[in-house]
């Protein structure tokens, strides 16, 4: 008994060590996860608001006429409005009034402009016009340039300062909901820039994936499980489609460059030649899932159809199929989240461009959300820090919605045997 005893006790001591690292790990991965939420909230919650400043704006006739449309002298219209709250400036100093049009976004005068062009009516009136302030203004009422930093070494000298101030007191700066984070496209300018572009660009990519993918992934397996005879080749496409499930994602990204566009001719940047990359990689993912999900179909089903006179093509598409769907839809969405959250593939073949506007159809030029963030992450402008991380948090929304949308379908449509 005491050599029970003593082995009972040795086991139970084993079991406690295994369960202590077990928790360990999962609470270390856990704080991992928790880390790398925070870091990017607390850096990415900035870009979500947006600094703007209203002002009234005569649209002068001598510098804007329907004669010249949509040309014009907005960049100065826009100058004298804002001088206008600095009556001690003398606005014909080009330097004193670059100062004073600086705290604008560049975009403001493209905002008039489309105005006007709309609604000639506008030239000869007074107007307001709320825009976007430019990036250093925008910086400093997010609290990320600080006052007390020696002059010299800061980005907006004290005299900028002021003017913002007076502005401020004014009542004319507010800091309202950034819609343009996903209603505008890319940007030299960090207060201009948006994901439009890449979320339309990413869209394309993936819808063409899945509708090549997802057929002849499902197919292929369809055949490989149930149809193939199991002989040596067989077993050989089976371990090669095992190992493509393994390659590093940037091969695809060779193949595609050589093949797609080297041979084919296919444009560069298009969001169509993204998806067939994607497809790629996606593609065994998907053959590996659907075949899983038709061996978890009991033997019973097939023999069942098979004694009430079913072919054996009814077997598989009427009884076979329809019951591993949940467990096929689950694997190909887990597929083309992660095809969403790739990245080198679609660099190598050029979705990484400056594209200032979405894509209108998978054949033009576009980026991809992954493809944005590099591009934002390798941008000097201190802007464009908080819009990367505020563009990793919409890609990570979109693949946990992914994710979820899984975990809904098996769960409600499986089936326990």
Known sequence: MATVRKGLAKRKRKEMILQGVGIGAIGFALTVLFILIASLVSTGY?????????????????????????????????????????????????????????????????KLRDMV???????????????????????????????????????????????????????????????????????????????????????????????????????????????????????FIEVNINNLAAVPSVVFGLLALAVFIGWFGLPRSAPFVGGLTLALMTMPTIIIATRAALKAVPPSIREAALGVGASKSQVVFQHVLPLAMPGILTGTIIGLAQALGETAPLLLIGMNAFITSAAGSPFDSATALPTQIFIWADSPERGFVSRTSAAILVLLAFLITMNAIAIFLRSKFERKW
């Open 46 to 110: 900035q870009a979500f608001t947006q600094t703007h400043v209203e002002i009234e704006v005569f649209v002068d006739p001598q510098e804007i006429s329907e004669e010249n449309l949509p040309r014009g002298g907005f960049r100065d219209v826009l100058s004298d409005s804002v001088g206008q709250y600095f009556p001690e400036v003398d606005m014909s100093d080009r330097g004193d009034a670059r100062v004073l049009s600086s705290i604008l976004s560049n975009g403001a005068q493209f």
């Open 117 to 235: 062009v709309e609604d000639p009516s506008l030239i000869g009136q007074t107007i307001s016009l709320k825009v976007p302030t430019s990036d250093p203004y925008d910086q400093l009422n997010k609290g990320l340039i600080d006052r007390d930093t020696p002059e010299e070494f800061r980005r907006l000298k004290d005299p900028e300062l002021q003017n913002f101030d007076r502005l401020a007191d004014l009542g004319l700066i507010s800091k309202p909901l950034n819609t343009g984070l996903l209603s505008n496209a890319d940007s030299r300018f960090p207060e201009l820039a948006g994901l439009k572009g890449a979320l339309v660009g990413s869209f394309w990519a993936l819808l063409t994936c899945f509708l090549i993918s997802f057929p002849l992934g499902i197919g292929a397996a369809i055949y490989l499980e149930e149809f193939a005879p199991k002989n040596k080749l067989s077993d």
